[in-house]
């Protein structure tokens, strides 16, 4: 078996070997309700009398931090009077929040060899942990609250062997892209990286990767535990874990192998991503006039360091407004210290909050019918971050930044 089969066969009952096609019962390690679910009647107005586990529970905001209007404020009013009646310990309001992902990370939820259930898309991020996890709808996250279980269709799982090492004008964001075009959209199926190209990613960088991979529609994707992982563990004090590693003989649907030192600087262009993937120096100097660094994909602190070296003694093109969302409260106050807001401030840009900010087009950022706009989140589809008339193209938070001060699509400031 490969490593998910593996960790889904860890958390069944009474099941020696799992396969594609078969339909799983399993056990979750951990639950995580966003402040998105506020948005669901059914579950603010009827929910689960009481969880199966409070302390397998947490709760966290980051999609409307701070609420952008009444209605979302009065319905997250019910989310903290759940928090507290079901007495939910792990509980991450404004001032202490950020993107449910990177929290869950940063708090030492996604220990390797678990399964997380998140009522947030990009659920799929865990996989960076060589933990797996999907986003649920509300009423499934209900019966999982409820009972501790859920189930999962088993898909066929690809098998990406990263090689080599990322150069230095490219980005995790642009393994991604190299990614996307050689598998295309793989609906039902899942991923596990391999390749030794896998040791020179950080673990922003594979977070990165792995939670693009909603993109792909894939189901799952995991990476392997190593030394950079157990190091990243070690230092938030997390020992209690199961690492998962697939068996010699396990079965991979097809096999994609991506050059990371072949990667270069590209962009998704506007609506789409899979067959819509170009580099950047195609683009033609293509203006822009609005630019966002943030988001489960791009929030993190070494993506708040590039653009903030990048500003550095340049300016922010007076065509252009950038937008920088930290992706969590200790990633803000990081960034704080070392420098790197005062430097995108200075610079003429505007540092938020931590929330999931203009990704989702709810505020810090929603964009106009006029508005072109280059970003390092998660989607472009239209209407994604606002207008349905606004065209978005997405790159990674270097890209964004040196577009930033060219007001348009550039891979380098020397061009």
């Known amino acids: 078996m490969n490593i998910i089969e593996k960790i889904l066969k860890n958390h069944s009952e009474n099941i020696k070997e799992v396969s594609p096609g078969d339909i ?15 948005l669901h009647p059914e579950f603010i107005n009827n929910p689960p009398l009481r969880p199966f586990d409070s302390d397998k529970i947490a709760i966290i905001f980051d999609h409307f931090v701070p609420p952008p209007n009444i209605e979302i404020s009065n319905r997250i009013n019910k989310l903290r009077k759940l928090a507290n009646l079901w007495n939910i310990k792990d509980f991450y309001d404004s001032g202490s929040s950020g993107i449910s992902h990177v929290i869950a990370a940063e708090k030492g939820f996604l220990k390797p060899g678990s399964l997380i259930a998140n009522t947030d898309s990009h659920t799929i991020a865990v996989g960076a942990f060589n933990t797996i996890g999907r986003g649920l709808g509300t ?38 892209f190299s990614i996307a075009k050689a598998t295309g959209d793989i609906p039902n199926n899942n991923i596990e990286f391999h390749g030794d190209g896998i040791k020179h990613l950080t673990m922003d960088q594979r977070s990165s990767i792995s939670t693009m991979c909603a993109e792909l529609s894939a189901e799952f994707s995991v990476f392997p535990y190593d030394n950079v992982l ?149 989607r472009n589809f239209k209407g994604r971050m606002g207008s349905k008339d606004a065209k978005i193209y997405l790159a990674s938070a270097k890209t964004v930044a040196i577009s930033a001060i060219k007001g348009y699509i550039s891979g380098g400031l020397n061009e």
């Open 230 to 378: 157990k190091s990243y563990m070690d230092n938030i004090n997390v020992y209690d874990y199961n690492p998962i590693k697939p068996d010699n003989n396990a079965y991979y649907y097809r096999t994609y192998d991506i050059d990371l030192g072949e990667t270069e600087p590209m962009v998704a262009l506007p609506d789409r991503i899979i067959n819509n993937i170009r580099p950047v120096s195609e683009m033609n100097k293509t203006e822009i006039n609005v630019c966002i660094i943030g988001s489960c994909a791009n929030g993190r602190l070494s993506d708040i360091k590039d653009a903030a070296e990048i500003l550095h003694n340049n300016r922010v093109n007076k065509n252009v407004r950038l937008i920088v969302t930290p992706a969590s409260t200790k990633i803000y106050r990081e960034a704080l210290k070392l420098g790197y807001i005062d430097e995108i401030a200075g610079a003429g840009g505007l540092v938020t909050n931590p929330t999931c900010g203009a990704c989702l087009g709810g505020h810090m950022g929603v964009v106009g019918d006029t508005d072109i706009v280059i970003s390092s989140t998660t």
């Open 139 to 176: 009423p499934e996250i209900m019966n999982i609250i409820a009972t501790g279980r859920t189930w999962f269709l088993v898909g066929e799982t690809i098998k990406v062997n990263l090689n080599g090492k990322i150069k230095n004008n490219t980005s995790s964001k642009d393994v991604f």
């Open 24 to 38: 799983i019962t399993v056990n979750v390690d951990r639950a995580i309700i966003t402040d998105m679910a506020a």
